[in-house]
């Protein structure tokens, strides 16, 4: 595939979605086919995946791929009639979730789950009021657009939501400062009339940079949500299927138990599926009021999938993996990074890594040199992405079909391309 | 499958995804194979399927199924890489629509489609009131679920949302006085600041009930929307993709242009795929001022589906189809229904059928009534549903590979079990 055809293909698609579709790279990628952690481009030409994290077991897995294909000859309908796959799947999904977490709705994406997890919430507390932090994406309704501060978006920040700082001593938040904040946010809210109907938060603050937060901290935001009569949402459509290497779920970090978790991209390997799990009490107490029904979600092809993913997770013992396989890349990247001033720390845990970049003589961040290196390493055949408040962040979530060698592969050009600058 | 078994996995269902979860009939159904129009129990007794409209070319079709298993085998990515597929089906489908309408945003659900044509229109219109009828059904988002009439929720009706009546002189609404309470609507939201940014309206307005509306009524209120500074948003879920028999869209039967239209249930034929199309000047004002991204929406699997569902279409006629096979159905519902006084009225074009059900004694709705009809033709081997503000319309709505043979069988049973009540 020449230039000129890639180009061609870009004349179109700007022509059919609008110019403001966004596309990764100064020279957009063509990708035509996937395999475990490695990716193909037009010419054949191969890329280290160290980017995607919604093929999480790796890219079209056959196992997952061969379970859709089997479930869509024989039926996909919706949820209203009875089918045994929705049900498993439901049965093994709740088990790897701490009690009293023991039931499930199904939607089709982290978007559908976060505002259904925000009805839930509402609903039970009586109150309005949303919680997020000052630099986070869950999603692209109207109501999440209204929350978001990671992203542009044309809507004002929405009056029944509040934002705090996580803790990030790279930011000069502490743990007592953040508290401070959220502990104001609070008081507008009720001062508002509108209430703390919940605080929704990715439990490895993953838009936020992966801040290294303090042990205890978030245990003592969720404690003062509850005082203040709101929930806990963990969103865990970044950590969770096991990417921390420490267990299914990024909650579990911090030691506590939220009352509903959201779950999207990872749950189906690019199949759209995702889910809200919550308590009982809370699941009837919406259920009494309200008639919730989604066309597609938990669809027999959908629960087939989401089945597949489970079992490569435990089959291929993946969970297990991703702590073997990060903490080496954690070890080699250290290795080098003594080399290159511009990384002042490397974050992250499982296979999901930050780099920040700062200037080492002025400190600013070196949001410019984060993007170069990101165009760069695509030159050099592996995908990764930048993060945090000033993009400045490199960050490297793989495929869980990331192992040992990919991080030879990834580290070896990062020293090069990270070298180019000195 | 015995009886017995059905009740443990309704118990099994019922633990884990909570006793509110939504499924038809007094005693649920299970479904575990479908072809064409039928599906099969689990003891592969068939049923003729007059309801599901998301297996819109017939379940489990197999050039659809054959497209997407391909696909899967190649690559499932997001859409910030470039694909030909996404493109390939963004010209498709836009080359369907009239001009302007010649972009496309892809998304997974309705639900998602109408949220993102509705912060269109507030970006494009700098107004927030939204314009829904009063019998509504647009998703269950909570921006959706503050303007739904027809379902239970426990959101009030948002502030920035008023409902209108459309006509159905059924219920003694006149085009004039549906009008009137439009204006009454739009005269609301000036005065409550709101302003009008968009009407939102199923072309055929199926939860309604599906009332023959008079010509010219809804350019008359696009009219009115336009001169207040708002835009007529048609939610195409349900008429789209050829069932009305005449033409792709339904929004053509009212020989008017919408500003936005959003499609979903069966533009993927059970996958989960969803769109926005607008007009260039629109989306691009969308665009400047915010980073849609959508995860699921517009993967190559995902185009590839919406794909094969559109050469389904064109290759079996499906628009012609529902055409011919609509209007027999019509002819032969027309020559029972004499017979049963039970039945006031028959509405709906090509395949979408409503039989009004009203007690011929008292002419009060007759929803026990229509309920019972909807479970026995369950045992004759029949489903179809209820619509309407009473719930007393039967909802014939059967996948497009429904023919002359197949209303035969529905005709008959439903001229069986309407006698039973004599």
Redesign the interface.
Known sequence: MSQFE?QQ??H??Q??????????YDR???????EGAW?FDADGRRYLDAY?N??HVG??H?HV?DA??RQ?????????????L??EL??RL?ATFDDPL????FT?????AN??A??IA??HTGNQGLIVSDWNYHG????L?GATTA?????AMARHARTFAVPDMSRGVSAQASLAQLEQAIASLKESGHGVAAMLVDTIFSSEGLPDVPAGWLNSAMEMVHKAGGLLIADEVQPGFGRTGEGMWGYRVHGLIPDIVTM??PMG?????AATVTT?AL??S???????????G??P??AAVGLAVLDVIEQEGLIAHARVAGAYAIRRLNAIIGRHPVIKQMRGRGLFFGLEMVDPVTGEPASAEARRVVNRMRDEGVLLSRIGHDDNILKIRPPMAFGCEHADFLIERLDKVLGEAR
Request: proline share 8%.
């Open positions: 890639d293909l870009l179109r698609r022509k059919v979605l609008g110019s403001s579709t966004p596309l990764f957009p990628l063509q990708l035509l086919r996937g990716v995607n919604v093929p890219h079209c056959p791929v859709m294909c869509a000859r024989e039926i996909n309908i919706n949820t209203r009639y009875l089918h045994p929705i049900v439901g049965e709740t023991d039931v499930v709705a089709c994406t982290g978007t559908e505002e259904l925000i009805r509402r609903t692209h309704s109207i109501t657009a992203l542009p978006a044309p809507e999207g991209k390997n690019g199949h759209p599926i009982r699941l009837e919406f259920g009494q009021q309200s008639l919730y029904f989604n066309t597609f938990g669809n092809v959908s």
